[in-house]
């Protein structure tokens, strides 16, 4: 008998599952709405959707197959508890709630999953170790032992695999590159500490930058027109694409502060190759990257040893939807 398993991607806008077989063969898919349970007491009724369109979605083939596991992306999922862990954009605290202690905020989805499905195994990590073990089965990482990725979207995710095993750490959430200090003292980042990469290197970092350029240069840029509200990193790439100087200039920032730090992170792992994983709307954002992240990582310590490392665009499509 055949053998498929479910895999599922949890996103703030929406949560994307499908039937899947060991070739990465799509069978069945189908979306429920993540947005549309915001608050910290709707994770029951959200859970509740899930599971029914799980199960709609496995009883939707027309032949007989095993279900042979459940496996879950989510931000902030602990691989070794099967606990979604204080999410930043998921099931919030009402504004006005009178305890907002965020070691309330721990979601055990694996467990209440496994409830669903009993006798199922199910497995969850967080969503950049997710498309980074994707990569090592799937895509280009195919055969290699060491290899870094990193996820550039609204935040700043990564994987390390060290020896062909993804790096969780005693507490499940090591190699989160996207929280080294990039910038002592720099930006105020949602984890508590300041300076991190992703306040730079995501979305949301490089319009913080474009703004903080169209108040220091005084060029002419088609961004200065844009409301804040309004302004999407999208924006960036085409006005980049312009040759606008405001536009150009923000990549460059951004670029050569996400090579440095990963000349770092290339000193500490020695990895045979570094992945940059997006969606579409951000695949012009990464290539623009590029440049900048040369600049960071050549400049320093492997210029000496160049053919050791390699940049490479993600190769398996993120079929994840935001
Ligand atoms: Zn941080």
């Known amino acids: 008998m055949k053998k498929l398993a479910i895999g599922i991607d949890i996103g703030g806008i929406n949560t994307a599952f499908g039937l899947v077989d060991e070739n990465g063969d799509l069978y069945a898919d189908s979306v429920v709405s993540t947005k549309k349970f915001p608050l910290f007491t709707d994770y029951p009724a959200y859970v509740a959707e899930l599971t029914e369109s799980l199960h709609a979605l496995a009883d939707s083939l027309s032949f007989e197959y095993e279900l042979v596991g459940i496996g879950i992306g989510a931000p902030n999922a602990n691989y070794h508890t099967g606990v979604i862990e204080h999410p930043a954009n998921l099931w919030k605290f009402p504004v006005g709630e009178t305890n907002p202690d965020e070691s309330r905020r721990m979601f055990p989805l694996v467990d209440d999953i496994k409830k669903a499905f009993p006798g199922v195994e199910c497995r969850m990590t967080n969503d950049a170790n997710a498309a980074t073990i994707g990569e090592m089965i799937y895509g280009n990482a195919k055969g290699m ?30 190699g989160e590159f996207g929280h080294v200090i990039a910038v002592r003292g720099g930006r105020q980042c949602g984890c508590g500490r300041r300076g991190c990469p992703e306040t730079y290197v995501s979305a949301t970092g490089i319009k913080r930058t474009v703004f903080e350029l169209m108040a220091t240069m005084t060029e002419p840029s088609e961004l200065r ?23 150009l ?23 045979e190759a570094i992945f940059l994983f997006g969606g579409e709307t951000i695949r012009g954002f990464i290539f623009a990257l590029l440049c900048g992240v040369a600049i960071g990582t050549y400049s320093s310590w492997f210029i000496a040893t160049p053919l050791s490392f390699d940049l490479m665009p993600e190769s398996i499509k993120n079929k994840g939807k935001e």
């Open 145 to 174: 032992k060491d290899f870094i990725m990193i996820t550039l979207g609204t935040g700043l995710g990564s994987g390390f695999v060290a020896n062909g095993e993804m790096i969780y750490g005693h507490d499940g959430f090591a």
């Open 249 to 271: 200039e923000a990549f460059r920032i951004t670029g050569e502060l996400l090579g440095y730090a990963l000349a770092d992170a290339v000193t500490i792992t020695s990895p």
């Open 225 to 247: 027109d844009i409301p804040f509200a309004n302004f999407d990193a999208a924006m960036v790439s085409t006005a980049a694409s312009h040759g606008d100087p405001i536009a």
